[in-house]
Nanobody, 120 residues
């Protein structure tokens, strides 16, 4: 069974930074998604099994960086220049599609989520 454990969320002022981590029980293509209160879950970033392919949603390009450490089965999301509209519960997800994807339907395994709150 695939297990994903996220950490690193918290409260930060606008313009600040946070780094999210997700430890997986194996090696998979990984994605980060977020869900703001009252909204649908949306794609944020993804990285392929090898790390060679990376995807971002337009609203975070240039501010967020996804990376992975395969020796630790860990994927990271470095979030800089945070904005109040980045406030959401952030979820990591694992996909058996090694190329990675921005499509939520490609992800069959999900972490419990970690809250990120950005104050103005």
């Amino acid at each position: 069974q695939v297990q994903l454990v996220e950490s690193g969320g918290g409260l930060v002022q606008a313009g600040g930074s946070l780094r999210l981590s997700c430890v997986a029980s194996g090696r998979y293509a990984m994605g980060w998604f977020r869900q703001a209160s009252g909204k649908e879950r949306e794609f944020v970033a993804a990285i392929s099994w090898s790390g060679g392919r990376i995807y971002y949603t337009d609203s975070v390009k240039g501010r967020f960086t996804i990376s992975r450490d395969n020796a630790k089965n860990t994927v990271y999301l470095q979030m800089n220049s945070l904005k109040p509209e980045d406030t959401a519960v952030y979820y990591c997800a694992a996909s058996t599609d090694n190329s990675g994807s921005y499509s939520i339907s490609r992800y069959g395994y999900w972490g419990q989520g970690t809250q990120v709150t950005v104050s103005s």
